[in-house]
């Protein structure tokens, strides 16, 4: 592919397309003739969408300009000295503690070296996306050339143009993986640039299995990363996310969930660490009774900013989303919640309740909360709750009436109302681990006072 | 131990609520200030534990030869001052033992005493707990959520125990409990009394004083001490009411 393009190209999208066609991206893959017109087909509805405008809903409370004016290009190669020591202290610092089911990638692409996953039970399929697309294009293929629930998504259209690699897991029908499994995302911060990650959880029919997807990483790179879940009927699926990514990284993750009758999702993300943090989730109901538990938080210093969005589209009756999310800005951060619900003609009887509580500690922090109800069926229970506030006066008191430093007060009362949305996480080592990172990122905010 | 001289306080709306409370307390005295509603009794504890929205605008407060006035409410906390809470607050997600494990390693902090892990802590709770006859059922539950109002004070005289204040003012921690509860609170408050501590019992009626005998009782008025005696004097307010007082004040 040459630089010479037959379609309407925006300006910020130019140096990407030149990253792609500049001679051997796609001939460096390998990959098979319908992979690579997806990828060209992806490439050009970016370049047409350009850079999300902040006059839209979905992107106005993220700053985008520094990726405007100074484009983050893909990783071109492993660099297997990037398998360093700071990805190994990146490793230890995040990883769950004990042995468990571990998948690695450093900078967007599989690090076999550091993966442990051997032993997978019959019926538990894992490996890396460019492993999929070699060995599993049954898996896979369907499942990229689905057209996505929105093609406006430029991030998204970005990531299948570029994605490196990723994940994917397969659960069969009627098995139930009771390990956590555990993917770790690192960055090595040998190069500034984009690593864009593509995965694909498919839950069988009355499967079970728990992910926990951590994001760690050094220096300043923009991480793209998009993952798709599909629960067959009855099938039961655990996501929890946590980001911890580099002071001066930008972290997009979105996740698309399409959810089986009488299936379970239950999604969590802990958002601590990182520039600027963007979690978008959608998720489509479309069997009938389906449920689906989405809750978390984020925790933010200094000048971060971070934006939760969901979006959960009841198309089917009979199904339940519960919504539970946190959110604690303090000195100069700006965090968002945005949660829409809608309720399709003829999905009756769905009950969905959305919850957004957020402390804003200091005259600089601000966090803005925006529920969307669109229900179009008539016999529904939907409700949604939203609060903005400091800490509780009468509790602080109380501590401190008790001997306890106001510093300290405050961290315990800050830590209580964060945990509470994480006390809900199944398994238990991922809820702890979870907890423990709350509590780890409360004391570094003490130590900055 | 307190010496209170000439106290005048108002509301941060500037309602004067304290006008001029003269009161000393010495070690090991059990004072009692009763006084009808809005007298400025729940004023007065709340004053020298150093709630917000309170100013003072006259008079001094000395604690254990200290500006009690000038220390933070935390501070007075590890200096041995105790509150128990007329409304204590509910703290939902912050664990009752864990609360009280905090608040007993910043005290030891403060006077330069070795911090109490899990083990240690919880052997002086089980010590407390059967010293007061209560039950562990609270110990598990965030701080007072979902007590009744019985199981919060008595969660107050429990941290009262453990902290072991040189100066404890309870604020109306009798009212509202049946005469069991009032037992477990009489019991925790006479078991405290020692040469060394002062007890301020803030009350509304006699009863309290049933169980646990006050050295001296103050009749709080419009803000001021308006008469003092021994305990005869609570007996006889119960007899004659506070508008007798009043009349004769």
């Known amino acids: ?449 | 131990m307190l010496e209170i001289t000439n106290l005048h306080a108002r509301l941060t709306d500037g309602r004067e609520i304290l006008r001029g409370i003269d009161l000393s307390v010495g070690a090991g005295e059990v004072h009692a200030i009763m006084g009808p509603n809005g007298s400025g009794k729940s004023t007065l504890a709340a004053v020298l534990a150093g709630r917000d929205g309170y100013e003072v605008c006259e008079g001094t407060v000395s604690y254990l030869c200290r500006d009690l006035l000038a220390m933070e409410p935390d501070e007075r906390a590890r200096e041995g001052l105790f509150l128990a809470f007329q409304y204590p607050v509910e703290i939902p997600g912050v664990n009752n033992m864990y609360f009280l494990r905090t608040a007993i390693n910043a005290q030891r902090r403060h006077r330069g005493e070795p911090e109490l892990d899990a083990g240690q802590f919880l052997r002086v709770v089980r010590a407390k707990l059967k010293q007061l006859d209560l039950g562990e059922d609270l110990l598990q539950r965030a701080v007072n959520v979902g007590f009744s109002g019985g199981e919060k004070k008595r969660n107050e005289i429990f941290q009262m125990a453990m902290l072991e204040p040189r100066l404890a003012i309870l604020d109306e921690t009798d009212s509202g409990l049946d005469i069991d509860a009032l037992k477990i609170v009489a019991r925790g408050v006479n078991q405290q009394r020692s040469p060394d501590r002062a007890i301020v019992l803030i009350t509304h009626y006699q009863r309290l004083l049933n169980y646990v005998e006050p050295d001296r009782v103050h009749v709080l008025q419009g803000g001021r001490i308006v008469q003092s005696g021994d305990k005869s004097l609570a007996l006889e307010l119960e007899r004659r009411g506070y508008g007798d007082i009043e009349a004769a004040a």
């Open chain 1, 1 to 449: 592919m040459s630089t010479i393009v037959d379609f309407p190209v925006k300006a910020e999208a130019r140096p990407y397309l030149e990253a792609f066609g500049r001679g051997s991206f796609l001939r460096d893959r390998q990959e098979p003739d319908w992979l690579a017109g997806y990828r060209k087909a992806s490439l050009a509805r970016f370049a047409e969408l350009g850079f999300p405008s902040r006059r839209g809903e979905a992107w106005r409370y993220i700053d985008l300009r520094p990726l405007e004016k100074r484009p983050m290009l893909p990783v071109r190669t492993t660099d297997q000295a990037a398998i360093s020591a700071t990805v190994r202290d990146q490793l230890a610092e995040i990883g769950l503690a004990g042995p468990t089911c571990r998948f690695v990638l450093v900078d967007g692409r599989f690090a076999p070296e550091l993966s442990t996953f051997e032993r997978l039970p019959e019926g538990v399929w894992l490996g890396s996306t460019a492993a999929a697309i070699a060995e599993r294009p049954d898996l896979i293929r369907s499942n990229l050339e689905t057209p996505p629930p929105d093609p406006a998504r430029a991030f998204t259209a970005l990531n299948a143009a570029l994605f490196a690699d990723g994940f994917v897991l397969e659960i069969a029908p009627g098995v139930a993986f009771e390990r956590p499994l555990e993917i770790v995302h690192l960055a090595s911060g040998t190069v500034e640039a984009s690593l864009h990650t593509r995965s694909l959880v498919v839950s069988g029919e009355d499967s079970r299995a728990a992910v926990i997807e951590s994001f760690i990483g050094a220096g300043g790179y923009w991480r793209n990363d998009v993952v798709e879940l599909r629960l067959a009927p009855s099938a039961e699926l655990a996501r929890a996310v946590l980001v911890e990514e580099a002071a001066a990284a930008l972290h997009f993750g979105e996740m698309l969930a399409t959810l089986g009758a009488a299936s379970r999702l239950a999604s969590f993300a802990l958002l601590l660490g990182g520039r600027t943090v963007r979690h978008d989730i959608t998720v489509r109901s479309e069997g009938e009774k389906s449920r689906c538990d989405l809750g978390g938080a984020f925790l933010l210093s200094g000048r971060q900013e971070a934006n939760i969005l969901t979006t959960v589209d009841h198309g089917a009756p009979g199904g339940e989303t519960r919504e539970n999310f946190k959110g604690v800005a303090t000195e100069r951060a700006h965090g968002a919640f945005q949660g829409r619900i809608t309720v399709r003609p003829g999905a009756q009887k769905v009950d969905a309740h959305q919850l957004s509580r957020n402390l804003v500690l200091g005259p600089r922090a601000a966090i803005d909360t925006k529920p969307e109800l669109e229900i179009y069926a008539d016999d529904v229970k939907c409700s949604h709750g939203a609060a903005v506030g400091d800490l509780d006066e009468a509790a602080l008191f109380y501590l401190r009436a008790r001997g306890i430093p106001n510093g300290e007060a405050r961290r315990m009362l800050i830590e209580a109302f964060v945990q509470e949305a994480a006390e809900l996480v199944e398994p238990a080592p991922i809820r702890e681990h979870l907890l423990s990172r709350i509590a780890r990122r409360l004391a570094s905010l003490e130590e900055q006072e």
